[in-house]
């Protein structure tokens, strides 16, 4: 309750008592808080398949995000699970090519969309499968050259609708390939919910460390677990002399306060099949192959420790 | 937002909503003691940012972006006319336009253009929900 002029009474002389914002249930008739909560709950409906949401994220750009996405992917695929990948990267999809599912459509099934999936079984959302490239995403708006105001808002409205309108079905794994920018982390962490489980993707170099230092401080103010980091980029594989060679200063002076899940060297063989979408598990000789596998049963390890305390927050995030 | 008409002390309802003009929507609310009416006339950085969220103001959606109720209309135009749907304009059963319902909406008219170009491809007259069994089973899933 607080007190407003009384009608007639310009100078304010006399107060009478009003409602406050908080003594009125509803909003009179739109009900916008109640759509924006039935949204997360219908999206948590959606999930509830899903036993492991796994974020691949870094903060900085042109770590090998999605690429690592894809391959863990692949991994996780091959130690028998079933996995999905959600490119949350929408102005620069990249699952899309790496999965070789640039030429699919969406079809409306009875339960949401079926999600595309590419011929080792795993399946990819991405924007690049609904607009072939060269097609840049052009948000239309009334409020022209104002794009700056409402981007954000509307690029995780449309995430939401995607994670709410695909027929994931049972996924032991949801990987979610997120796009750079540290502080867009935390918004990412707030829209998976709590139960979602970071992992975090660098290369040997201090600029790259130190943005991802910064992931892990503004990740360490939400309840979300990160796993630790992969180091991508660890040297070079050449093949005239079958080493691993080295691509940045062996020293350095940003120490990440995570585990390291492993580190996995850069092969130009792999660049060049990714280009075509053609997974890594279809080449198993690769020199990044064994690596991956590594990370990927570590990550199994690491989530199945904390499953009893997953499906706890999972729960609570249904409610 | 909520309105409170002070000389009544009473949460006003919402009345109407007239669609958008000019990047603006008119929002048409009542005291339900006295009867007085105001209308919150929104500027279009308003009308956007509740468009951005997907609520729904009243009764209707608070969509600003034309009838596709696509945001990415322009793209899915350029697509068209690129030769990449039919643009014949096929037929859809009713039970085939509630199934598309299951899509994202900004997506919908990307998997129309999609499933068309398959009927056409396949020489299908109409979209019906076996149309897009067919097409679950062509593409794989």
């Known amino acids: 309750m607080r007190t407003s002029p009384a009608l007639g009474c310009t100078d304010g002389s006399v107060e009478v008592a009003v409602k406050s914002y908080g003594d009125i249930v509803g909003d009179g008739g739109s009900a916008v808080l109640e759509q924006i909560r039935a949204q997360q709950e219908y999206l948590a409906q959606n999930l509830s398949g899903v036993r492991n949401l796994l974020v691949v994220g870094s903060g900085k750009g042109g770590v090998g995000k999605s690429t690592m996405t894809m391959q863990l992917a692949c991994a996780l695929r091959e130690l028998g699970n079933a996995v999905s990948i959600l490119d949350a990267d929408l102005n620069g999809p990249s699952q899309a090519r790496l999965g070789a599912l640039q030429n699919q459509i969406l079809i409306p099934g009875e339960n949401g969309a079926p999600v595309p999936t590419t011929r080792n079984g795993i399946g990819v959302v991405s924007m690049g499968t609904l607009f072939p490239e060269p097609h840049a995403l052009e948000f239309e708006s009334v409020a022209s050259g104002s794009s700056h105001t409402w981007r954000a808002t509307k690029e995780f409205t449309i995430l939401n609708q995607l994670l709410a309108c695909m027929d994931w079905g049972k996924l032991d794994y949801l990987l979610v390939d997120l796009p750079p920018g540290v502080e867009r982390i935390v918004q990412y962490a707030e829209l998976l919910g709590p139960a979602a489980q970071f992992v975090l993707v660098t290369i040997p170099s201090d600029m790259a460390r130190g943005v991802v230092a910064r992931s892990i401080d503004a990740l360490g103010k939400t309840p979300n677990r990160i796993l630790g980091y992969i180091e991508n980029m660890a040297g070079y594989y050449c093949s005239d002399c079958e080493r691993v060679r080295p691509l940045f200063p062996s020293q350095s002076e940003v120490k990440l306060d995570l585990p390291c899940l492993g580190s996995v060297p850069f092969d130009p063989e792999l660049a060049a099949l990714c280009d075509r979408g053609i997974s890594i598990s279809d080449e198993p000789a690769l020199c990044s192959w064994q690596p991956v596998r590594r990370i990927a049963d570590e990550i199994c390890q690491r989530v199945s420790e904390c499953a009893s305390s997953t499906e706890d927050a999972l729960t609570e995030e249904r409610r | ?141």
Not at chain 2, 46 to 67: R, W
Not at chain 2, 123 to 135: K, S
């Open chain 2, 1 to 141: 937002m909520k309105f409170l008409c002070v000389s009544c002390d009473e949460a006003m309802k919402l009345m109407n909503v007239d669609p958008p003009e000019d990047g603006s929507l008119t929002i048409v609310y009542r005291c339900s003691s006295c009867a007085h009416e105001i209308a919150m006339l929104t500027n279009p950085y308003e009308t956007q940012m509740v468009s951005s969220l997907g609520v729904k103001i009243g009764n209707e959606p608070a969509d600003t972006e034309g009838a596709s109720k696509c945001p990415f209309s322009s793209v899915v135009q350029d697509m068209a006319t690129g030769g990449e749907g039919s643009g014949a304009g096929f037929p859809w059963t009713p039970d085939a336009i509630t199934r598309l319902s299951n899509i994202p909406e900004f997506a919908r008219p990307m998997a129309k253009i999609g499933i068309e170009k398959f009927a056409q491809d396949n020489g299908l007259a109409q979209i019906d929900a076996q149309v897009l069994e067919r097409a679950k089973d062509f593409f794989g899933m």
